[in-house]
C-alpha cells in the first residue's frame, strides 16, 4: 500500500503545483493581457485545441509512452503557455494555446488511467474490492489538487500588491465599469496602473518554477505502471471507433436536450475568469484583487462540490439544480444592476462565492447525471460532456472583447432558462420510462473543469 499510495501522492502535488501555475494565470489573462483581447482569445484557442485532443491524442500517446512519461511530456505543455506568457503577442500566447490545449487532455486521461490501473493492482493484491480502492485514491488525488485555485491565485494577489503604481480610479473612470462597460482596449485608467514588468517576471518565474517542480516530481518519483501499456492496447479502442461513438450517442434523446446544460457549464465559468474579473474586479479594484476574488470563488466552490457531493443522496439532484438556477438568476440580474465601486469591496466578494455554490452544483450533479442516465455508454457520454462543455468555453471566450457585458449576461441567462427548461424534459422522459427510480444521485469525480476546468 506505501508504495501505491506514495505514486497518487507524487500525481496528486504533480498536479497541485502545475494547476496552481495554470489556474493562476488563467484568472489573469483578461485582465493581463487585454489589448485587442489577446488574453481571452488565447483562452478561446486553448480550449478550441482541447476539443481536438481529446477526440484522438490520449490512446496514442498513453499506449506509446505509457502514463508516467504521457504525464510528464503534457504538463511540459502547460509550462510553454507559462513561458509564452513572458513576452505575450499573437506570435507567442496563440501557439503555446495551443500547445497546452493539445496537452491537457493526454495529461488527464493518463492521470485517470494510472489511478485506476494502481487502485485495481493493489485491490487484486489485497484481496479488495477495486473499487473501492480506486475511489480512495481519485479522493485523495481530489482533496489535494482542488486547492490549486486557492494557492495560484493567493500568489499572483501577493505579488501584484507590491505594485508601487496604484492608481486612485475616478468616478469617470468607474462609470466605465461593470454591466455597460465601455468598450475599449483598456477599459478606464486602471490599465495605465498594469504592475510593471519586473513584477509580472516575477509572477511567471514562479508559475513556471512551480510547473518545472511539476515535471520533476513526477519523473523522479513516479513509478512507471508496467501493465498499463497492455491495459491501454486492450481496453483502448481505436480513435475512429471512439470518434464515431461520440457522435452516435447523440441519437439518444437524452443526449441531445443535455447538451444545453453542458454548454452553459463552460459559458458560466467563461464568464466569472474572463469578464467579471475584468469589467468587475480589475477595473474597479486593480489587477492585484484578481486573485483574492477568485480564491473566494476556489474555497466555496470545494466546500460546496464536497457537501452537495454528500447530500444529494438526501435532496435529489433536482433540488440542487433548482437551488443553483435560482442561485444563478439572482446573480445574473444583480450585475446587471450593480455598478461595482470600491467603496462596496464585500460585494465583489459575494458574488464569486455564490458563483462557486452554483458551479459546485453543475459540476457535481452534471458529472452524476451522465454517469447514471448513460451506464451503458459511459465513454461517448463522458466525450460528449468533455466536447459540449468546452464548446461553451471556445463561445464564451470567442465573444468576450466583441460584446459588452449585459449582453454577454442576457446570453448567460438565455442559455440557463433553456437549460432548465431541456433538463427538466430529460427528467420527464425518466420519470416515464422507469417510474419508481430515485432521483438521488452520487457525486462523480470525472475529468476537468475541471478546467478547464478546470482543465
Request: hydrophobic share 45%; aromatic share 12%; with cysteine.
Amino acid at each position: 500500500m506505501e508504495r501505491n499510495l506514495k505514486n497518487v501522492l507524487v500525481i496528486s502535488f504533480g498536479f497541485l503545483l502545475l494547476f496552481t501555475a495554470y489556474g493562476g494565470l488563467q484568472s489573469l489573462q483578461s485582465s493581463l493581457n487585454s489589448e485587442e483581447g489577446l488574453g481571452v482569445a488565447s483562452l478561446s484557442v486553448l480550449y478550441a485545441a482541447l476539443i481536438l485532443s481529446s477526440m484522438f491524442l490520449p490512446p496514442i500517446l498513453i499506449k506509446k509512452l505509457g502514463c508516467k512519461w504521457t504525464i510528464a511530456i503534457s504538463m511540459c505543455c502547460y509550462i510553454a503557455f507559462s513561458l509564452g506568457n513572458f513576452y505575450a503577442s499573437w506570435y507567442t500566447l496563440i501557439p503555446t494555446s495551443v500547445i497546452l490545449g493539445l496537452g491537457g487532455a493526454p495529461l488527464w486521461s493518463a492521470k485517470c488511467t494510472y489511478l485506476t490501473i494502481a487502485g485495481a493492482s493493489y485491490a487484486e493484491k489485497a484481496g479488495k474490492n477495486a473499487k473501492d480502492i480506486i475511489n480512495q485514491y481519485f479522493g485523495v488525488f481530489f482533496l489535494v489538487f482542488q486547492s490549486s485555485g486557492i494557492w495560484g491565485n493567493l500568489i499572483s494577489s501577493l505579488i501584484l500588491s507590491q505594485s508601487s503604481t496604484k492608481v486612485e480610479i475616478s468616478e469617470e473612470d468607474l462609470e466605465c465599469c461593470g454591466a455597460y462597460n465601455c468598450l475599449t482596449d483598456t477599459t478606464n485608467t486602471t490599465g495605465s496602473a498594469r504592475p510593471s514588468n519586473s513584477l509580472i517576471y516575477t509572477l511567471l518565474g514562479v508559475y513556471t518554477a512551480s510547473g518545472v517542480l511539476a515535471v520533476l516530481l513526477v519523473i523522479i518519483f513516479l513509478d512507471q505502471i508496467k501493465s498499463d501499456q497492455a491495459e491501454t492496447e486492450k481496453e483502448k479502442p481505436s480513435f475512429w471507433s471512439t470518434f464515431l461513438a461520440t457522435f452516435r450517442h447523440l441519437k439518444d434523446k437524452r443526449q441531445c436536450l443535455l447538451i444545453p446544460l453542458t454548454m452553459y457549464s463552460g459559458f458560466e465559468q467563461g464568464f466569472l475568469s474572463g469578464d467579471y474579473t475584468k469589467v468587475y474586479v480589475t477595473c474597479a479594484l486593480g489587477i492585484h484583487y484578481v486573485g483574492y476574488v477568485m480564491i473566494c470563488f476556489a474555497a466555496v466552490n470545494s466546500l460546496c462540490s464536497l457537501l452537495f457531493g454528500k447530500i444529494s443522496q438526501f435532496t435529489g439532484r433536482k433540488l440542487l439544480f433548482a437551488l443553483a438556477t435560482v442561485t444563478n438568476t439572482a446573480c445574473i440580474i444583480a450585475l446587471l444592476l450593480w455598478k461595482p465601486h470600491p467603496k462596496q469591496l464585500a460585494v465583489f466578494f459575494v458574488f464569486p462565492a455564490l458563483w462557486g455554490l452554483s458551479d459546485a452544483v453543475w459540476q457535481t450533479q452534471t458529472n452524476g447525471l451522465y454517469g447514471i442516465l448513460f451506464e451503458k455508454h459511459k465513454e461517448a457520454a463522458f466525450a460528449n460532456y468533455r466536447l459540449w462543455e468546452s464548446l461553451g468555453f471556445v463561445i464564451a471566450f470567442g465573444y468576450s472583447t466583441k460584446l459588452q457585458a449585459y449582453i454577454k449576461l442576457y446570453i448567460l441567462l438565455s442559455v440557463l432558462v433553456l437549460s432548465m427548461v431541456t433538463y427538466g424534459a430529460v427528467e420527464y422522459l425518466e420519470a416515464k420510462s422507469s417510474p419508481g427510480t430515485p432521483a438521488a444521485t452520487k457525486k462523480e469525480n470525472g475529468g476537468p473543469h475541471s478546467q478547464e476546468t478546470r482543465m
